[in-house]
């Protein structure tokens, strides 16, 4: 590759060498033939180079539920890297670790009162299923180490994540992946398109539970591992009663329901959690992304008090009880981040915010129903996304699409043939209007 230069167009002109940095799921050369860069945010905007302002109309990748820039979070982590800036998380503590979990904890649906610290959502869902094969073999059923997932699944990077995705291209080139997972169909159906919320269709999709089981046998099983509304495939919203059907399936047979909250969690459904709002209690739930609005690395896994229960009681007395954690679980920094956000989302009523925004926004965008592009529309809570009829090679069209619609002030993340809408909950009506009506005109031109 010939080398890349750009020059920022800021007040103070720099010269940037393109070449060092790779981008992470991005088409680099592509972006270095032709740079998106942002400089600063605040609020629902972002500022380009060039000093144009870009509403922010995913919450950057589904993290800034308290909108950009937040003084509060800001000073919180300066004051705590002053104070402690790290500490050894094996064998010490620091009072920021307990007071977040508890606050956690608060938001959690029912007794997933046991949170487990890491620094992303990816290692989040490989903590989960540690967890759950730490529980089963607890209790003398070592045997239960299959997992099952999804189509359309994204469950983060790591080996274990990989392998419960069931998004192709990011499983594809990784070879074979952990062995004993089971992919259940997705629930993206034709007969539900174009559904606000729930789909009436589809529920006896959550059947392919039992048809691993009779396959596998179910004491070989220890984990169903689902996000409620797939989010990164382009908000899959669940069939009516489809998760409910899970959570009994999991009941009467031993396994484990775990939610992957990372992207639902934290308001995005009108509740602190999805679980919350389909009514459906997990047993293991994974977070990230909105627990520091974004403002610092981290992730956690709610546990019930069940397992962690069963996890410590087997383990001798004085022993370590999970083998697992890494240098920053539990860093001082992103705990202070995540304390202050929880403040901001709790004090400025953030979650119900976007439960009454959310009728407003979905409105908005099925106005784009009839556009001749839109092959589909979903969405549940301030969470929706449009499909485009695809043209050449699948996921080009929605790339397009999306470097036109930052070119036309809007920032929204693609997905193949898709884009998915998600403010952050601070969003105003006004704003919303500015996104659809963006919208509106570039898939209209496209
Ligand atoms: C449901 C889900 N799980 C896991 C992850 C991985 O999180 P991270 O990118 O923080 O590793 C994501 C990221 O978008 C996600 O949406």
Redesign the pocket.
């Known amino acids: 590759m010939s080398h890349a230069e750009i020059t920022l167009r800021e007040s103070a002109p720099a010269r940037l060498s393109m070449d060092e940095y790779w981008m992470p799921f991005t088409p680099n050369r592509d972006f270095k033939h032709e740079p998106k860069m942002v400089v600063r945010a605040e609020g629902m905007y972002l500022w380009n180079d060039r000093g144009e302002r870009i509403i922010d109309g995913s919450s950057g990748?589904?993290c800034v539920n308290a909108g950009h820039g937040r003084r509060e979070i800001a000073e919180a982590v300066g004051a705590q890297l002053r104070e402690l800036d790290f500490i050894a998380p094996f064998t010490r503590g620091h009072p920021k670790q307990f007071q977040l979990a508890a606050r956690v904890a608060e938001l959690t649906p029912g007794d997933l009162n046991r949170i487990f610290f890491v620094n992303?959502?990816?290692?989040?869902?490989d903590t989960a299923m540690k967890v759950a094969l730490a529980y089963h073999y607890a209790r003398g059923h070592g045997g239960r180490n299959m997992f099952v997932s999804r189509e359309r699944?994204?469950?983060?990077?790591n080996f274990g994540?990989v392998s419960l995705a069931g998004i192709v291209n990011n499983r594809r080139k990784f070879g074979p992946t952990l062995p004993g997972i089971a992919h259940m169909r997705h629930t993206h159906i034709k007969e539900n398109f174009f559904t606000r919320g729930e789909g009436a269709n589809g529920v006896e999709l959550a059947e392919d539970l039992v048809r691993f089981i009779n396959l596998y046998g179910a004491e070989n099983i220890a984990a169903c591992f689902v996000?409620p509304i797939a989010?990164?495939t382009g908000c899959l919203v669940p069939p009516k009663g489809y998760l409910k059907r899970l959570r009994e399936i999991c009941d009467a047979n031993g396994i484990l329901l775990v939610f992957?909250?990372?992207?639902?969690g934290f308001g995005r459904t009108g509740s602190s959690f999805a679980a919350q709002s389909f009514g459906v209690m997990p047993d293991v739930m994974?977070m990230?992304?909105g627990i520091t609005n974004g403002a610092q690395?981290m992730?956690a896994v709610a546990i019930s008090e069940r397992i962690h229960d069963t996890i410590m009681g087997a383990a001798a007395e004085g022993a370590i009880e999970f083998f697992h954690g890494d240098t920053y679980s539990g860093n001082p920094g992103p705990c202070a981040a995540g304390l202050a956000a929880l403040d901001l989302y709790k004090k400025e009523g953030l979650f119900e915010r976007g439960a009454a925004l959310s009728p407003y926004f979905l409105d908005a965008l099925w106005s784009l129903k009839d556009l001749a592009a839109v092959s589909d529309l979903r969405g549940y809570g301030m969470f929706a996304a449009i499909d485009i009829h695809a043209a050449g090679v699948p996921g080009s069209r929605g790339h397009a699409l999306q470097k036109k619609l930052f070119d036309s002030g809007l920032h929204l993340k693609a997905t193949g043939d898709c884009v998915i809408i998600a403010p952050p909950l601070i969003a105003e009506k006004a704003h919303i209007d500015a996104i659809v009506d963006i919208l509106r005109k570039t898939l209209a031109a496209i």
Request: some cysteine; hydrophobic content about 35%; overall charge negative.
């Open positions: 990748l589904f992303s959502g990816s290692e989040a869902v699944a994204y469950h983060g990077v994540g996000e989010g990164s992957d909250e990372v992207i639902c994974t990230a992304k690395p992730g």
